[in-house]
């Protein structure tokens, strides 16, 4: 929060405007393979919503649901939405990719992995046509609760907050 002329406003802190540059400081294992260029950069600010359920191991634990954030420029205007299942990169004029995780690496504490997507193939012509990797970076919050999770409380949900640097590219 800032305070402008005597009122608390939300600045928007993301590194995008670093992205270059910072991407030989990105995990190996997430870094987008060579022959792609960068073509857009937003900031995803929304939640996450998970469900206490039986997991994997058969025991109770809080699951990864999907997301609902909206996709912002670096001047703060929207410019589409990532919401899941399945997990979908969609653009204002229409557009949109689903993709393939292809390796995260930590976020830190507190915060989702960073990860790698290999974008399918876009529904509709736009922003997101011969869109071929997703980088998620910069994350924070949006971690499962840390409230308990047992058979006395299946079924709840719980929404996070979180907000995280999505790095669009292309063939190129």
Same mark, same amino acid.
């Given at each position: /929060? ?5 009122? /608390?406003?939300?600045?928007? %802190? ?25 073509? /857009? ?8 919503? *998970? ?27 929207? %410019? ?27 976020? $830190? ?5 960073? !990860? ?7 529904? $509709?012509?736009?922003?997101? %046509?011969?869109?071929? *990797? ?20 299946? $079924? ?6 979180? !907000? ?9």
């Amino acid at each position: /929060m800032q305070n402008i002329n005597g009122k /608390m406003t939300l600045v928007l %802190t993301s590194a995008l405007l670093l992205i270059p540059a910072a991407q030989a400081v990105v995990p190996e294992s997430v870094q987008v393979p060579a022959g792609n260029q960068l073509v /857009m950069e937003t900031l995803g600010i929304g939640e996450i919503t *998970y469900e206490c359920k039986a997991a994997d191991t058969g025991k109770p634990a809080w699951v990864f649901m999907g997301p609902d954030a909206m996709l912002k420029d670096s001047a703060g205007n929207e %410019t589409g939405r990532y919401f899941g299942p399945p997990a979908t990169w969609q653009s204002a004029d229409g557009s949109s990719v689903t993709g393939k995780q292809l390796a995260v690496a930590p976020g $830190g504490d507190g915060n989702i992995p960073l !990860q790698l997507v290999q974008a399918n193939p876009a529904d $509709g012509e736009g922003a997101m %046509t011969g869109v071929t *990797y997703i980088q998620r970076l910069n994350t924070q919050g949006g971690v499962a609760p840390a409230m308990d999770c047992s058979e006395g409380n299946q $079924g709840d949900r719980q929404v996070v907050q979180y !907000q995280a640097d999505y790095l669009f590219w292309k063939a190129g």
